[in-house]
């Protein structure tokens, strides 16, 4: 097997040079927002190797550690004479100072959270900004005490003497603070500033030159062969369907597999909302069996993850040798965060996603992911503009391992039937209140623990279901939604109530980071 993604169009491009920081992925987003491509690079990255790709400027992300660590994560100090323009951001700053010659040391008091920024000099980065009001958010508990030769100071906080530093003739930058998120509140700007002021790159990557494309290049790679399209019935699966349906037509067929952990009548929804759309182009395998025996009294997640996607790839071969000798491809919706939490590139691996670090080493099939370079909001933008309903593009995002990953600990029939009555009850309660649209995702989680409970002044003993709502924009962050108290209570109430085996609800208020979205 060969896995044939489809490449980014040429544009002008940022390389972020990933030091493990929880906010690296913003900083491609926030470049993206400025209509410039960015990708993520791991600091382990060859300098040769990035410079090929020939990128108009790096930005050194932040990170967990001190750079005067034994260990701690560092780049090839050419970066620095390479002439492209440098930004170093918190740690990717302190790694900037220490690798030139300045001095890095502990702060005698940490700055955490959003804190004044006084700038005082003149810097391309704060072009058009005023010198005063702007709040920024920090994050650091290192301090550049000195700055390298020739650099020169132009910003500085309360705590912080040095909040930003620049070296004009050489083009290198570097900021204590993290214009990438939203809580600085000129951010967007300072990134802008640097991809297209500093590194003149030109504002092109839009929804339209990406769609066109894409389109090209898969009509060049499928050429007269066939592809099917693993559909799921979320938006990226249907977002790619119709992209690759724009460039092959019926050269394609989408397959919709019910592996048995989806929510309540949802196979047959999606049965009759893309046979409408597609016809005989789409076809439905029921397969709810052959995965629930797989996975009977499977506890471990990332073991659950790694079956469901090695039994996808295998369905999905045998699908494509009924329909004949020259299917040779599988379209995926493999999106950017996807790639990122399972652990390739420079990420640590955060959970192993069925469709790429839960794909098994070999396939007989190869794969088109035409969107595994964009972020969540990308998506629904390209799928808007594809014409897909909105009813469509803003649906809940829903894992491909569905709710074998909702029960946490061992799967048993029981105890996914249980997690799907309970997830129903909090689909309906939060759709009735008027908030779908404003919460990014809603379930419920049957937790491996039990409980003491009373019903009907008999003691019971069971399982504890965990509601999860969260707020996001691309679900690289997310925070915890402010649900009414009225609507937790009729959710409880519901739960308990009418399903047999729980005796008590839970609401989750964890952000991510720390926690993930989903619990397993």
């Known amino acids: 097997m060969t896995t044939e993604n489809v490449s980014i169009p040429a544009h002008d491009w940022i390389a972020v040079i990933d030091f493990g920081a929880q906010y ?3 900083i491609a987003r926030r470049v993206r927002e400025c209509q410039v491509y960015c990708e993520l690079w791991p600091h382990t990255t060859a300098l040769a190797d990035l410079l090929a790709r020939k990128p108009k400027g790096i930005i050194l992300s932040g990170g967990p550690a001190s750079v005067y660590a034994p260990g701690a994560p560092a780049v090839d100090p050419a970066v620095f004479e390479c002439g492209l323009p440098v930004l ?15 001095q ?10 959003r804190t004044l920024l006084h700038i005082t000099g003149a810097d391309e980065l704060f072009a058009g900004l005023p010198t005063e009001g702007i709040t920024c958010w920090m994050s650091h508990g290192d301090v550049v005490r000195e700055v390298p030769s020739g650099f020169v100071v132009t910003a500085r906080t309360d705590n912080a003497p040095v909040a930003a530093m620049k070296h004009a003739e050489r083009r290198l930058y570097a900021v204590q603070f993290h214009p990438e998120v939203v809580h600085t509140t000129q951010g967007r700007d300072i990134i802008r500033n640097f991809a297209v002021g500093i590194c003149g790159c030109r504002a092109d990557w839009t929804v339209g030159n990406y769609i066109r494309h894409t389109v090209e290049e898969i009509r060049q790679q499928v050429g007269r062969g066939k592809a099917i399209c693993a559909l799921s019935g979320g938006v990226d699966s249907a977002v790619a369907a119709t992209l690759v349906q724009q460039a092959i037509g019926d050269q394609l067929t989408c397959i919709f597999v019910n592996h048995g952990f989806m929510r309540q009548n949802e196979p047959e929804k999606l049965r009759e909302i893309f046979t409408a759309r597609m016809g005989k182009q789409f076809i439905m395998v029921d397969a709810a069996d052959r995965f629930l025996d797989k996975l009977e009294g499977v506890g471990d997640p990332e073991t659950k993850r790694k079956l469901i996607g090695e039994e996808f790839i295998r369905v999905f071969e045998q699908e494509a040798a009924r329909l004949g000798d020259n299917v040779r491809y599988l379209v995926q919706g493999t999106i950017y965060p996807d790639v990122i939490e399972s652990g390739t590139g420079a990420a640590n691996l955060i959970k192993s996603h069925h469709n790429v ?5 070999q396939m007989k099939l190869d794969l088109i992911e035409p969107l595994r370079y964009l972020f969540k909001d990308e998506v629904r933008r390209l799928g808007l503009e594809l014409g897909l309903p909105e009813s469509m593009i803003w649906r809940q995002p829903f894992p491909g391992p569905g709710l074998a990953i909702r029960t946490v600990g061992t799967i048993t029939r029981e105890r996914v039937e249980l997690v799907r009555k309970a997830d129903a009850i909090v689909t309906e309660e939060v759709e009735k209140a008027g908030l779908a649209r404003e919460i990014w995702q809603y379930f419920a989680v049957l937790t491996d623990t039990r409980s003491v409970g009373v019903m009907g002044d008999g003691r019971t003993y069971g399982y504890v279901v965990a509601i999860r709502a969260i707020t996001s924009i691309d679900a690289m962050t997310a925070d915890w939604a402010r649900l009414p108290y009225e609507l937790l209570d009729r959710i409880a109430g519901r739960i308990m109530s009418e399903v047999k085996g729980i005796s008590r609800v839970v609401y989750d208020i964890s952000s991510k980071p720390p926690a993930t979205i989903c619990w397993e």
């Open 24 to 26: 690296s992925q913003l």
């Open 88 to 102: 170093g951001i918190c740690y990717g700053m302190q790694l900037m100072a220490k690798s030139l010659g300045g």
């Open 104 to 113: 890095v040391e502990e702060a005698e008091k940490r700055e955490y959270g």
């Open 357 to 361: 670090g839960g794909l098994p080493a």
